[in-house]
């Protein structure tokens, strides 16, 4: 297997889409599109149940793998914000997630997770810290 590595998802997709890789890693709804016209196959989940979106793909579990990864998205502020503007952020995003329209667009885009704000994405963070370190470390990559 050969990595190559592309500027973002969608053009990962489009690579396999147009017969240039043989296979890839994407996020559900860079590949929809292209599954959806029937020039991609999904072959596997990451997730622990099957996703909506393709209700015929096993999840690696099915496949006798225990890999369950998820792609982490969070917004950020700068070292040094102060209380009062985190927690303006944070009560935006949180009213943002709560709308009807995010909730149908992650639907439809079969996107999973919660939203985690303050102390609930630190403990977070440090969980998949540690999940990379361990797959680090069963790959051969680093020493435990």
Same mark, same amino acid.
């Given at each position: ?14 690579? =396999?889409?147009? #017969? #240039?890789?043989?296979? +890839?890693?994407? #996020?559900?709804?860079? &590949?929809?599109? *292209? $599954? %959806?016209?029937?020039? +991609? ?5 990451? +997730?622990?149940?099957?996703?909506? =979106?393709?209700?015929? +793909?096993?999840?690696?579990? %099915?496949?006798?793998? /225990? *890999? @369950? $990864?998820?792609?982490?998205?969070? @917004? ?35 996107? &999973?997770? /919660?939203?985690? @704000?303050?102390? /609930?994405?630190?403990? $977070?963070?440090? #969980? %998949?810290?540690? @999940? ?13």
């Amino acid at each position: 297997m050969k990595y190559v590595p592309y500027k973002g998802g969608g053009k990962v997709a489009k690579q =396999l889409a147009g #017969n #240039n890789a043989d296979s +890839t890693v994407n #996020n559900p709804s860079e &590949q929809l599109g *292209f $599954y %959806e016209a029937g020039k +991609t196959k999904a072959l596997a989940a990451f +997730t622990p149940k099957r996703l909506p =979106l393709f209700p015929d +793909t096993p999840t690696f579990k %099915e496949l006798g793998k /225990d *890999f @369950v $990864y998820f792609m982490q998205r969070t @917004v950020v502020g700068a070292p040094g914000m102060s209380a009062g503007a985190a927690a303006y952020y944070q009560g935006l995003f949180t009213k943002v997630f709560n709308t009807p329209e995010w909730q149908k667009y992650r639907s439809k885009k079969s996107l &999973q997770g /919660d939203l985690l @704000v303050g102390d /609930d994405l630190m403990a $977070y963070w440090k #969980n %998949e810290r540690e @999940v990379h370190r361990q797959m680090l470390i069963k790959m051969g990559v680093i020493k435990g």
